[in-house]
Nanobody
């Protein structure tokens, strides 16, 4: 099991940028694919971005493609989400999550489905004002 703690949320005006970080515990962090999800008020949690265990493959929701970038630093047990050109529609609680399996396949990650993720952080609020 991987313990996850997100940070970096806050308030920003439309068009602005924010960077989220997720610190993971455990020596096996580098064996897990990681994802960012978000949940807006009154809506289901949705996939935002994912990165495989090596960092070689990334996936994005269509709504954030070209604006958000996911990355990881396995030496530091960190995963990041750089967000730019933010809009009020990006307002949500953002969660970091780790795959249920070690060395998960990219096919698995490409499905962008939270059912494949088993460890979750507590979430960090992102609020974008118009």
């Amino acid at each position: 099991q991987v313990l996850l703690v997100e940070s970096g949320g806050g308030s920003v005006q439309a068009g602005g940028s924010l960077s989220l970080s997720c610190a993971a515990s455990g020596r096996t962090f580098s064996t897990y694919s990681m994802g960012w999800f978000r949940q807006a008020p009154g809506k289901d949690r949705e996939f935002v971005a994912g990165i495989n265990w090596s960092g070689a493959n990334t996936y994005y929701a269509d709504s954030v493609k070209g604006r958000f970038t996911i990355s990881r630093d396995n030496a530091k047990n960190m995963v990041y989400l750089q967000m730019s050109s933010l809009s009020p529609e990006d307002t949500a609680v953002y969660y970091c999550a780790a795959d249920l399996m070690t060395y998960g396949s990219t096919l698995r990650l490409s499905r962008k489905d939270e059912k494949y993720f088993g460890s979750w952080g507590q979430g960090t609020q992102v609020t974008v004002s118009s």
